[in-house]
């Protein structure tokens, strides 16, 4: 079993509208948790921090389940250029970041 | 001012070469990684370091050697490269307590 499982998409949504997608993790020691967001051909960048009471960021909302260890971003009122590869990234306590394979979003005019 | 800053950008190589990629920061973290990204664009761990030691190889081949002369630098070189190793090789650094990483921008192997 991967340790981070992503639905891979692709999301393929209007401008405007709303788009959620979840991911799971296999260790229940995990420590910390966070949304990258990776363009085409460039480094993937911190997109936010995901806490355990959920947490907002503008437009975009995280939660954590850690009972069911999944986390999942929302995406309120999208942007063309909100379109790019979402990575849920965890990490345990092994100096070790865990990367989804990514979900894919594209949003149209 | 780049925070973390890898060279070359592109790299280009017959088979069986042996390259090497360089990898620095400049924001004082302690940790370092080297990461590769296949064509399916998984993002797979290849090695940390924390303060110049080796934390995790993660079963990388032996052609693939890290050194890190001090806790801002972190290179990679590769012996007798093969095809397979095509890929994007990300650096990157992470302050302690699992924060979170900062990447650079990323080298892009072709072996021919």
């Known amino acids: 079993r991967k340790e981070v499982e992503q639905d891979p998409g692709p999301f393929n949504v209007p401008e405007g509208a709303t788009v959620a997608f979840n991911c799971t993790y296999s260790n229940s020691a995990s420590q910390s948790f966070f949304w990258y967001r990776q363009d085409c051909r460039k480094e993937p960048k911190l997109l936010m921090s995901v806490y355990s009471s959920g947490n907002e960021d503008g437009r975009f909302t995280a939660q954590l389940n850690r009972a069911s260890q999944y986390i999942s971003l929302l995406i309120r009122d999208s942007k063309l250029s909100d379109s790019a590869t979402y990575l849920c990234v965890v990490n345990g306590n092994d100096y070790k970041l865990s990367f989804g394979a990514g979900t894919t979003v594209t949003v149209r005019a | 001012d780049t925070a973390v800053s890898q060279t070359p950008k592109y790299l280009v190589t017959q088979m069986g070469n042996d390259k090497s990629i360089k990898c620095e920061q400049n924001l004082g973290h302690d940790t370092m990684y080297w990461y590769k990204q296949d064509s399916k664009k998984f993002l797979k761990i290849m090695f940390s370091?924390?303060?110049?030691?080796?934390?995790i190889n993660e079963t990388v081949p032996n052609r693939f050697s890290p050194k890190s002369p001090d806790k801002a630098h972190l290179n990679l070189h590769i012996n007798s490269l093969e095809l397979g190793d095509s890929a994007v090789y990300f650096c990157?650094?992470?302050?302690?307590?699992?924060?979170?990483?900062?990447f650079g921008q990323g080298t892009r192997l072709t072996v021919v």
């Open positions: 370091y924390n303060n110049k030691e080796l934390i």
């Open positions: 990157a650094s992470s302050p302690p307590m699992n924060t979170e990483a900062f």
